[in-house]
């Protein structure tokens, strides 16, 4: 599986993005898929996370009832709205995708279990 990140950019407090993620290969359509970011002199932390069909999702406390991920396997696309966005959100973002289905509740979240990942795209949020 090889993922693509696009829609980054530069926005003020408030406002809003939506990041893409374009894959390919077979197994993202069968397997969770989730968004990470690093913030600058930060260790990367999960953002949030959906089920092979979207049906389930899974949000940090940081970005929840703000943000919203989604996915179209019919177009091998998934997604990240991003709304009421903070300084605080400034990092790059990044996708990644799995190829097994996380075990116990907190798999959804651990960086470790994703096993591809795009490029990263970058977010900034003036004040």
């Known amino acids: 599986v090889q993922l693509q990140a696009s829609g980054g950019g530069s926005v003020q407090a408030g406002g809003s993005l939506r990041l893409s993620c374009a894959a390919s290969?077979?197994?993202?359509?069968?397997?969770?898929m989730a968004w990470f970011r690093r913030a600058p002199g930060k260790e990367r932390e999960f953002v949030a996370a959906?089920?092979?069909?979207?049906?389930?999702?899974y949000y940090a406390d940081s970005v929840n009832d703000r943000f919203i991920i989604s996915r179209d396997n019919k177009k091998k696309m998934g997604y990240l709205q991003m709304n009421g966005l903070k300084p605080e959100d400034t990092a790059i973002y990044y996708c990644?995708?799995?190829?097994?289905?996380?075990?116990?509740?907190?798999?959804?979240?651990?960086?470790?279990?994703?096993?591809?990942w795009g490029q990263g795209t970058q977010v900034t949020v003036s004040s």
């Open positions: 959906a089920s092979w069909s979207g049906g389930a999702t």
């Open positions: 290969g077979r197994t993202f359509t069968n397997y969770p």
């Open positions: 990644a995708s799995r190829s097994t289905n996380p075990i116990t509740y907190a798999g959804w979240s651990k960086g470790d279990e994703y096993d591809y």
